[in-house]
């Protein structure tokens, strides 16, 4: 019989699960449950910057996910479950007790946003994130080196000051922090001590200043330099990390019975969507791996020589194993890529919730309809539109900073812009000129790496973007002059989760023995049009100039 393994993808909206054989990469089951309290806006405040999720969303979504897969799967698949990874966003921390449980589990905290799981996207830290900086800067060990030189809001100190600052009910029942990837393997495991908790090399490496040359975590004098409140939380973390080929555990029997699953099968250590993605996507050296959905997480590997660490400014840091095991893992990316057409679907469509919505002419179920069928349309319509403006044609040009700025250089206190508007100025043309935004902001990141040596010698999309919109792909290729290969998966994350679980089972010796027969291959690839590259090269420089501009105002 063939081997199966169960990849779990945890996004910003929903999990998706998927059974895949071992010994093809063939998908046997999937599912994919939203978040019903996030779906409501619950802990949430965007004008604050404020996202939180609640644990059950993700406990729901787990049973229910994995269940439901296994029911698409043939008849008696169970029994051939040899192991399970996840991955989840990041940085996305919790405060928990001594046994590792959420906060926001216990009595008295259900529904405190402090106790929540603090999304990879909030940015209510942005103070935290500036002291941490300015501290690193200053101190003997330069903390930040292997993190791009800049700390950033999204991360895991930043999220966890800033709750003990604001919020003094939380101090002292939270005994420690977790991210999301390390608690649903030790979930999963039976673990019943924080201290058991495996932590995931690639969550600590490239989030919380975990390097191996540090000794692993910076000292508690670091952090109580930082702020007092921190005293003594180091010693209640880690000093080991882990790949995600490693076993966590095996499945635990309360999980087993749960899912149907046997205590046999074996839980791999976690890791982040992109990062899995960039395996399920088959990565290979020097070629920069683009999970396009809400914002965007471009990785890249590198051999490692055994030299000197070649260190690369202003990105999301640079890990020893954070994507395959034994080359060097870099990050980098958009806090806003597919957020921003949402951005601009969202303002396009009040006029639908506000007018049609209390139109006295249509009884309130037609009027639903009706609002439904045309808040899915905007973005068709839209693209279709937009498409047939030449490049330069618009007179606008737009700043992709709607959620801030990861890389390069992260600065999540500049917003986005929308400059040469005018009368003639509609929908299309905002649009488009929106679409060559967030390519400009995946330029950047090219140019980075290139100019501190880091070669980019080939373009991998994935993702729902990827996948979904040949018109972005398309500008996006014109952008960078380069072509981009679209990986053939839907679910490169999950299926990257589940080649890490098939290496941690003990069906592949490694990633790349998995990536290499597991993985899907690709079945598109968009081309450069030289005359659109050259029209977008100028273009280009206006962006950076109208940057400039606009981070001299905004990015104080």
Not at 46 to 56: D, I, S, V
Not at 165 to 173: A, G, K, L
Not at 450 to 464: A, T, Y
Request: proline fraction near 5%.
């Amino acid at each position: 019989m063939n081997n199966y393994v169960i990849g779990i993808d945890y996004g910003t909206d929903s999990v998706r699960s998927v059974i895949i054989n071992t010994d093809n990469g063939e998908e046997a089951g999937s599912a994919v449950f939203y978040y019903p309290r996030w779906k409501k806006g619950l802990y949430c405040d965007p004008a604050k910057n404020q996202f939180r999720q609640h644990p059950l969303d993700y406990l729901e979504g787990l049973e229910t996910s994995v269940k439901e897969a296994l029911k698409m799967a043939p008849a008696g698949i169970a029994a051939n479950i040899r192991g399970i990874a996840v991955d989840t966003t990041g940085s996305t921390p919790v405060a928990v007790d001594k046994n590792g449980a959420p906060l926001s589990l216990k009595p008295g905290f259900e529904e405190e946003p402090d106790a929540m799981f603090i999304l990879w996207k909030d940015h209510t830290a942005l103070r935290e994130a500036a002291e941490i900086n300015e501290l690193a800067a200053k101190w003997e060990v330069d903390y930040t080196k292997y993190e791009g030189g800049i700390y950033s809001s999204e991360w895991f100190w930043a999220k966890i000051l800033r709750t003990l600052r604001v919020n003094e009910n939380i101090r002292q029942p939270a005994y420690s922090w977790v991210e999301h990837c390390d608690w649903i393997p030790f979930l999963l495991t039976g673990g019943s001590g924080l201290h058991q908790m495996k932590r995931s090399r690639c969550a600590a490496g490239h989030k919380a200043l975990w390097h191996e040359d540090f000794g692993g975590l910076p000292p508690n004098a670091f952090f109580t330099a930082l702020d007092p409140l921190l005293d003594g939380l180091v010693d209640r973390l880690y000093r080991e990390t882990f790949t995600s080929d490693v076993p966590a555990g095996n499945l635990s029997e309360e999980w087993a019975q749960r899912l149907g699953l046997s205590t046999e099968v074996v839980v791999s250590v976690g890791a982040f969507d992109a990062h899995m993605g960039a395996v399920g996507g088959q990565i290979e050296p020097y070629h920069l791996s683009k999970v396009m959905g809400t914002s965007t997480c471009d990785m890249l590997v590198a051999p490692m020589d055994g030299g000197p660490e070649k260190l690369v400014s202003g990105i999301c840091g640079q890990v020893d194993g954070s994507v395959i095991p034994g080359m060097l893992g870099l990050e980098a990316g958009q806090s806003a890529f597919g957020d921003v057409y949402a951005w601009f679907r969202n303002l396009l469509a009040w006029t639908l919730d506000e007018v049609v919505g209390k139109s006295q002419l249509l009884d309130g179920e037609l009027k639903q309809k009706l609002i439904d069928e045309a808040s899915g349309r905007i973005i068709p319509e839209l693209t279709a539109a937009a498409e047939k403006i030449p490049p330069g044609d618009t007179g606008i040009i737009a700043l992709d900073w709607l959620n801030g700025r990861r890389t390069p250089d992260a600065n999540q206190a500049l917003k986005g812009a929308i400059f040469g508007l005018n009368l003639g100025s509609d929908a299309p043309k905002v649009f488009r000129a929106l679409v060559e935004a967030t390519c400009f902001g995946a330029r950047k990141i090219v140019d980075r790496f290139q100019e501190e040596g880091v070669p980019i010698k080939g373009v991998i999309g994935l993702g729902g973007v990827a996948r979904k919109s040949p018109f972005v792909m398309q500008t996006m290729a014109d952008v960078l002059n380069q072509p981009i290969k679209i990986a053939r998966s839907e679910q490169t994350c999950a299926l990257g989760a589940a080649m890490f679980a098939a290496t941690a089972a003990g069906i592949y010796d490694d990633v790349s023995r998995a990536m290499s027969r597991m993985g899907s291959g690709f079945d598109a690839e968009y081309h450069p049009d030289p005359k659109r590259a050259a029209l977008y090269e100028k273009i280009y420089q206006e962006y950076n100039e109208v940057g400039a501009f606009a981070e001299s105002f905004f990015g104080k």
